[in-house]
Antibody, heavy 123, light 109 residues
Framework: QLQLQESGPGLVKPSETLSLTCTVS??????????WGWIRQPPGKGLEWIGS???????YYNPSLKSRVTISVDTSKNQFSLKLSSVTAADTAVYYC???????????????WGQGTMVTVSS | QSALTQPASVSGSPGQSITISCTGT?????????VSWYQQHPGKAPKLMIY???NRPSGVSNRFSGSKSGNTASLTISGLQAEDEADYYC?????????FGGGTKLTVL
């Protein structure tokens, strides 16, 4: 059964770079043409799509975050990662990694989710 | 301000049916058949309930159904059960992004 697990620092200082990794287990990240995604949710608020990546390295980013976001993939480790630069308190959120229910769609829906990891931006 | 508009709250009694709306524009909901719905219980990750307007993932109860008319999508839950009490979010593909609604809190009375 496919599982996703986010990992990374829970506290990041303002103006620094947030870095998170999603480890995929129970299946290969490169076995099918899925676009693996990152989504975040500020405390008490709604969901926001950050971006998605294919194992080939093809990426799609939310235009509102594009200037600060980099998503990369490491197929040898079965992982994909998120970097968000110049963070502020507004970037405090639970960050989720997820996979769509169908292949080939870049940002249609997400079926399998990690448990989420809380990242707080504070000095 | 969320790109997609949902009612803040809806409620219903056990056994009843409720519908949650999700209103967008021709650039998102109305323009593509990529509307999805998520259920989220407190402290948990979202769970996909409907994708591509009306498709249910394996394991999701057939009490959940989705539809779309013009720029508005709807999630209907029939035979309400206590465990359906949760927050529900809609989302839609757009030409450059993926938009979510602000969420609807479902209370089972």
């Amino acid at each position: 059964q496919l599982q996703l697990q986010e990992s990374g620092p829970g506290l990041v200082k303002p103006s620094e770079t947030l870095s998170l990794t999603c480890t995929v287990s129970g299946g290969s990240i490169s076995s099918s043409s899925y676009y693996w995604g990152w989504i975040r949710q500020p405390p008490g608020k709604g969901l926001e799509w950050i971006g998605s990546i294919h194992y080939s390295g093809s990426t799609y980013y939310n235009p509102s975050l594009k200037s600060r976001v980099t998503i990369s993939v490491d197929t040898s480790k079965n992982q994909f990662s998120l970097k968000l630069s110049s963070v502020t308190a507004a970037d405090t959120a639970v960050y989720y990694c997820a996979r769509p229910p169908t292949t080939g769609t870049t940002r249609s829906a997400f079926d399998i989710w990690g448990q989420g990891t809380m990242v707080t931006v504070s000095s | 301000q969320s790109a997609l508009t949902q009612p803040a709250s809806v409620s219903g009694s056990p056994g009843q049916s409720i519908t949650i709306s999700c209103t967008g524009t021709s650039s998102d909901v109305g323009g593509y058949n990529y509307v999805s719905w998520y259920q989220q219980h407190p402290g948990k990750a979202p769970k996909l309930m409907i994708y591509e307007v009306s498709n249910r993932p394996s394991g999701v109860s057939n009490r959940f159904s989705g539809s779309k008319s013009g720029n508005t999508a709807s999630l209907t839950i029939s035979g309400l059960q206590a465990e359906d009490e949760a927050d529900y979010y809609c989302s839609s593909y757009t030409s450059s992004s993926m938009s979510f609604g602000g969420g609807t809190k479902l209370t089972v009375l």
